[in-house]
């Protein structure tokens, strides 16, 4: 069965609002968790390493203030899409790993679509 | 010149054949390699996942690494309409080092009945 949960998986906003996404590990505390975006036919794009407890580590080219991620605890993160534009639109995949203490691969939920209008 | 390189396809083969899914590598520092099965419209499903050189084999499935070439391979057998998907290579350095994964661009894969 699914190890991380990602939620919602679809999300239709209007330009202007703010959208909250939730990525959960499961059954196990993950050291780390990724956000990523993905456009249509392509690659997973980085968008930030999150750990718990601190501040994330946000990839080149990609606006903090527009991309809030929120680490409460070592199985949830959050990403806040803040001030959503129709360019926002995409599909949003957490990952979570590894597991404290191994070096166990990383798992994906199972993604948001987020359109803006 | 991408860290991690691999054909974007499309590649389409009949039922029951053997697929071979490749992508070569530049960062000697990898040490993971992970394998990827992507549905549309669905999170990226771990397949494979193996440790520095070697094989791996899971049912239909077998991964292998060549580190000296730096080349890893997924090949999948009696290859069925439901493995049509795009496959991602993935890689990490080790424990001491960064945790994030370097993918490759994704094969996409069908498998004609």
């Known amino acids: 069965g699914a190890v991380v949960s990602q939620h919602p998986s679809w999300v239709i906003c209007k330009s202007g609002t703010s959208v909250k996404i939730e990525c959960r590990s499961l059954?196990?505390?993950?050291?780390?968790m990724f956000w990523y975006r993905q456009f249509p036919k392509q690659s997973l794009m980085l968008m930030a390493t999150s750990n718990e407890g601190s501040k994330a580590t946000y990839e080149q080219g990609v606006e903090k203030d527009k991309f809030l991620i929120n680490h409460a605890s070592l199985t949830l993160s959050t990403l806040t899409v803040t001030s959503a534009h129709p360019e926002d639109s995409s599909f949003y995949i957490c990952s979570a790993g590894p597991r404290q203490g191994t070096n166990s691969p990383l798992h994906f939920g199972n993604g948001t679509r987020l359109t803006v209008t | 010149q991408k860290e991690v390189e691999q054909d974007p396809g499309p590649l389409s083969v009949p039922e029951g054949a053997i697929v071979s899914l490749n992508c070569t590598y530049s960062?000697?520092?990898?040490?993971?390699f992970m394998w990827y099965r992507q549905y549309s419209r669905k999170g990226p499903e771990l397949l494979m996942y193996t440790y520095s050189s070697g094989n791996k084999e899971d049912g239909r499935f077998t991964a292998q690494v060549d580190k000296s070439s730096k080349y890893i391979s997924l090949f999948i057998r009696d290859s069925q309409p439901s493995d049509s998907a795009t496959y991602l290579c993935a890689m990490r350095r080790g424990i001491q080092g960064a945790q994030k994964l370097v993918f490759g661009q994704g094969t996409r894969l069908t498998i004609n009945p």
């Open positions: 059954d196990f505390q993950a050291t780390t």
């Open positions: 960062n000697s520092a990898f040490q993971y």
